[in-house]
């Protein structure tokens, strides 16, 4: 029988080294050496990239998930399907009958959010999400009813959800990175569907805002407390802003090494 040769190992590329790398950062100087031990231990891998970060579409921006408190819930909502068709969901195929016509205001030619505010199906502890599942476009309407056809799907429409006025997001100008401002982080709350994971490129809702001077093209950096709180933090990812209240962030997952999670906290870079 032939000996076996040895495969023939790759080489390990070395990763960039850049201020907005994923590592290890200690607020204690006494305790960087063994931080530094640590994380040669379990090993870290570069998140930044050389290309601009991708924040998605604006129909991708416009279906990401939004904070729900504070919504007032319209009087537009989705009947059901024009010609009767029992359905649990509704999609571009269908012409939906929508409760309000011109006493409403609704013209021909209008378009809306379709939209609802759900409980998270995956963290009962979260806030509601406002969800988006599509927009639609109204054909036909008198005065009490309307009839609108589907635009676009997020998922699918449903019976009961309501009407918002379509107002598609601007391009996000992304900001410069920077150092990030750990003292000013705020906390991941909910994915889309109030999900507990965060995957890369998907959107999250974070309790921070405009009142913390984040506005659209914000960056972020992901990290979260290690080392059984001794002052230290890991960093896991890089995020961008792409809607902001007063209080809440619709933030992008851009870069990311690991598991984003909620409970996770994002820090602006300035």
Known sequence: MPPLRPTQSRKARPLPRRPDSLHIRTLRPDLGPLLVLLAA???TASVASAQPPDVGRASEIACAPRFAAGTTLSTLAVLGSQDGTAKLYFGPSDTLLISGGHADGVEIGQEYFV???VSSRFNASAASVLHTAGWVRIVGADR????????HVCDGLR????????VLPADVDVH??????YDNAGKILFGLDGRLLIAEHQYFVAGLG???DVAPGQRFTVFRHTFGGLNAVTEIGEAVAVAVD????????????GVVEVGDLIAPQR
């Open 176 to 181: 410069a990175g920077g150092e990030p401002d």
């Open 144 to 151: 009490e009813v309307s009839i609108a056809e589907v635009v």
């Open 210 to 212: 405009s009142a913390n």
């Open 159 to 166: 019976q009961g959800d309501f009407l918002e006025p379509l």
């Open 246 to 257: 007063d209080e809440w962030t619709t933030a992008r997952l851009t870069h990311l090494s």
């Open 115 to 117: 939209r609802r505010v």
């Open 41 to 43: 231990a379990i090993g």
